[in-house]
């Protein structure tokens, strides 16, 4: 069966210091990642999505970039976090055969910039 | 824009009622899917329609797509304190990665 992980959980980090939040799949290849923020319980906000490695797409102009260094493993990166990155990260997957492409979510990375 | 709008945004209801949430476009979608997500947790699948009128059901909880496949709504009966959490639809406007729409999301809680 596939599975997700995210880490870490939990970051408090000071404005301007460096983030990374990795997320690895398992159980399955080649999926389409995603990394999306979620702002107070609402409705979530795309970042990136890779549909290969290496292959990186952007939604929103941002302070925060993604790599896609292997199949299945996806990192979310800032050189210097600002205040306004603060939020709860969640990645995903969903399968490139499935026409309906349902997402299946990690636990979530929860970002507290100070 | 929000491209789907849910509604109402908060719902506080009393164990055993029913409820209805609703997912509204003005876009057409190829497929619809309904999460439910439980605090400091990830969204989890609940159901996906794809066709226009479709009625699907999981125990408690019934689903509909709008006949012109612009709108949802999740009907819950007899609500229990485990139904307590935000509900999010996702309307998928055809094939690629990144046509999957997210709703602004419905907070329930159901008081014991």
């Known amino acids: 069966s596939q599975t997700i992980h995210q880490w870490p959980a939990t970051l408090v980090q000071p404005v301007g210091s460096p983030l990374s939040l990795e997320c690895t799949v398992e159980g399955t290849s080649n999926p389409n990642l995603y990394w999306y923020r979620q702002a107070a319980g609402r409705g979530l906000q795309l970042l990136f999505y890779?549909?290969?490695?290496?292959?990186i797409s952007s939604e929103v102009p941002q302070n925060l970039s993604a790599s896609r260094p292997q199949d299945r493993q996806f990192i979310l990166s800032s050189k210097k976090l600002l205040l306004s990155d603060s939020g709860f990260y969640l990645c995903?997957?969903?399968?490139?055969?499935?026409?309906?492409?349902?997402?299946?979510f990690g636990e979530g990375s929860r970002l507290t910039v100070l | 824009t929000q491209l789907l709008e849910q509604s109402p945004q908060f719902l506080s209801i009393q164990e055993g009622e029913n409820l209805t949430v609703y997912c509204n476009s003005s876009s057409v979608f190829s497929s619809l899917q309904w999460y439910r997500q439980e605090p400091g947790e990830g969204p989890v699948l609940l159901v996906t329609?794809?066709?226009?009128?479709e009625v699907k059901k999981l125990k408690r909880l019934t689903f509909q797509f709008g006949d012109a496949r612009k709108d949802s709504s999740l009907h819950i009966t007899a609500a229990q304190p485990g139904d307590t959490g935000l509900y999010l639809c996702a309307g998928r406007l055809g094939a690629g990665a990144n046509n999957l729409f997210f709703g602004t999301g419905t907070r329930l809680t159901v008081i014991p």
């Open positions: 329609v794809v066709t226009g009128g």
């Open positions: 995903a997957w969903s399968t490139v055969a499935i026409n309906t492409g349902e997402l299946f």
């Open positions: 890779s549909v290969g490695i290496g292959q």
